[in-house]
């Protein structure tokens, strides 16, 4: 590309199209060039997204909030639970070791 020259790309843009690239700004940009990195599906699931109403927008985020919170509580339970249940394990072999042999 030559300086100066207009990439291929904007040459085939319809000159309102130009003037809306134009006026964005660096984070509009950035955001657009994101978007335009999804895949299809992607960009179905996000447009279906921002369609929703309020109620259902929040409703969405709650339940992701509700789903997180349990994740965490069933795995951090589980580290508990195993880490007591080998806690009690190796204290009952040291009582048993403490007593000594059995007569």
Do not use: Y
């Not at 904007?10 to 335009?36: F, H, N, V």
């Amino acid at each position: 590309m030559s300086g100066g020259a207009v990439p291929q790309r904007l040459r085939e843009l319809d000159p309102e199209t130009i003037l809306w690239l134009d006026r964005l700004d660096s984070k509009q940009r950035e955001a657009l060039i994101w978007a335009g990195r999804l895949k299809p599906e992607q960009r179905d699931r996000l447009d279906d997204f921002l369609d929703m109403d309020e109620d259902h927008f929040q409703a969405g985020f709650a339940v992701v909030k509700l789903w997180t919170r349990l994740r965490w509580l069933g795995s951090t339970s589980m580290w508990i639970i195993l880490t007591v249940a080998g806690l009690l394990l190796a204290l009952t072999q040291i009582v048993d070791q403490l007593k000594g042999p059995k007569p």
